[in-house]
């Protein structure tokens, strides 16, 4: 390889080859994967012993440093994309939009300013509009894109204490569910609230906030002098993809003037299909709302969306005005152009809307909403698949995407299959047809499956449930 010593490039030919080859690697794993095992583990002194070395002071062929990525790092990891993928929430990409990550990053865009990428801003603009008018959020609501859910729900909590606190946080208290994604507690220690400013609030029978409870909590603390602010509701619980009764936590919040915030990351998506328009009825009165197009939009990770129902309230909250940028403030049209850091935490950032703008382009909505309709038929699939093996427990019934259960064999005791899930669970694992993960649902340990991936056919479902039922007659 020809290069001058001071700096990167390849030689055209040489870009060509090494990038033929990545697609060559993408296309061959898009077209495989559904033959290949789920998931591969290995422990940490094997990986070691394979990959560690001091930093290269001379550098080598691309091409065979990037076998030893295909050999010795791709092949160790859990096939998010995979049809037999139903862990957490699976990550069912599409290519389209991987090449559009890749032409991000190959361009090297930068939509942080209007100034330095007006092309890319006004696709960010309609990208969250799109998602905006989908959700049913009015005209003055806006979004932008992050990382993902976690740091959207930041974006939408940090939002709600700018708003509705304006910096004084003493006895300010924000309630949510046992069932609410963990991201939320995380963020809410983040911020500085103390564990004495939350409050937990019960579950109905569904696992759906009970909003009586929450009525109860709101008015014992504001008889105790307190100041009730935020309620975080879900759209499409992580356990289990329960929905809350998001229409009475919304006329609650608008009766006590509280900030309803909803994280849909997993299932706000689901707005595409009848029978998620119905469960998700009430998500439109939310103050701020999360939406994962890395979920059940297909997208490669990682892009999270924050939508707030007036933009201005982002603005108020993120935007900061050092000189070294005024030159971005002064050539824009304020009225009409964003600088999406005024919108969220980074300056510099990803051009995240490409691929997610990309993909609704080439596929069209009707194929997006398909998509979304067949995971949610798929864990009703699962779910009769499982009672029809007569040695499973359905825990909860499939809900968007989401059925949770148990391998019970005839007079286990609740300590036995504990104690028999977690042993089914390491087989699993190593058995490695399919990859599904466990949870604690009433203190007890369940089986869960995740089926939004559009690939996943019935004959993935029913293969993967003999696994487990193979699997579980010969644990001990
Ligand atoms: C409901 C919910 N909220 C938030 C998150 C966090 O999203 P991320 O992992 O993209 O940060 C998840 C992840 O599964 C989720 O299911």
Request: glycine content about 8%; some cysteine; proline content about 4%.
């Amino acid at each position: 390889m020809s290069r001058d010593s001071a700096d990167f490039e390849l030689s055209a030919e040489e870009m060509r080859a090494l990038g033929y080859r990545v697609i060559d690697m993408i296309v061959e794993h898009h077209t495989t994967l559904g033959e290949k095992s789920a998931t591969s583990y290995r422990h940490r002194g094997e990986l070691e012993a394979l990959l560690r070395e001091a930093p290269p002071n001379a550098g080598s062929d691309p091409l065979e440093v990037l076998a030893s990525v295909e050999k010795n790092v791709l092949s160790n990891i859990m096939y998010c994309t995979h049809p037999r993928h139903f862990a957490w929430v699976p990550g069912p990409s599409n290519y389209v939009s991987v090449l559009a990550d890749a032409l991000a990053s190959g361009v090297n865009v930068c939509p942080g300013t209007w100034l330095e990428s007006s092309g890319p801003s006004q696709i960010e603009l309609i990208a969250t509009d799109w998602l905006r008018e989908l959700c049913g959020f009015p005209a003055t609501g806006g979004g932008v894109f992050v990382s993902g859910g976690s740091v959207a729900n930041l974006t939408g909590l940090v939002t709600a204490r700018q708003i509705m606190l304006d910096g004084i946080m003493d006895d300010a208290i924000i309630y949510s569910s046992s069932q609410a994604h963990s991201s939320n507690w995380k963020n809410i220690r983040i911020l500085g609230f103390r564990p004495e400013q939350t409050r937990l609030v019960p579950v109905d029978d569904r696992l759906r906030l009970d909003v009586a409870a929450l009525a109860r909590a709101v008015d014992e603390d504001r008889r105790n002098g307190k100041r009730p602010f935020c309620v975080i509701a879900t759209a499409g619980t992580t356990n289990t993809g329960t929905v809350d009764p998001l229409d009475a936590i919304a006329d609650l919040c608008e009766q006590q003037k509280l900030w309803l915030h909803v994280d849909g990351a997993y299932g706000a998506a689901a707005v595409l299909t009848e029978r998620g328009r119905r469960l998700l009825a009430g998500m439109e009165r939310a103050h701020s709302l999360v939406l994962d197009p890395h979920k059940w939009l297909f997208q490669p990770f990682d892009i999270g969306c924050c939508l707030v129902r007036e933009v201005r309230w982002l603005e108020q909250t993120f935007s900061e005005h050092p000189e070294y940028l005024q030159d971005t403030r002064d050539k824009m049209d304020m009225s009409r152009e964003v600088n999406f850091c005024d919108r969220g935490v980074q300056l510099t950032r990803a051009f995240r809307a490409l691929k997610l703008w990309m993909s609704i382009k080439v596929f069209g909505l009707d194929r997006f909403g398909a998509a979304i309709d067949r995971g949610i038929s798929n864990a009703e699939t699962a779910q009769r698949l499982l009672e029809e093996q007569g040695c499973f427990e359905i825990v909860t019934p499939a809900e968007l995407g989401v059925v949770t259960f148990r391998y019970r064999p005839p007079q286990s005791s609740e300590g036995d299959l504990n104690r028999l899930t977690r042993a089914l669970f390491d087989d699993i694992v190593a058995d490695g047809h399919a990859m599904l993960t466990t949870t604690m649902i009433d203190g007890q340990l369940v089986l869960r499956l995740c089926t939004i991936n559009p690939r996943t056919t019935e004959d993935d479902i029913r293969s993967t449930i003999g696994m487990i039922a193979r699997l579980g007659a010969a644990t001990k």
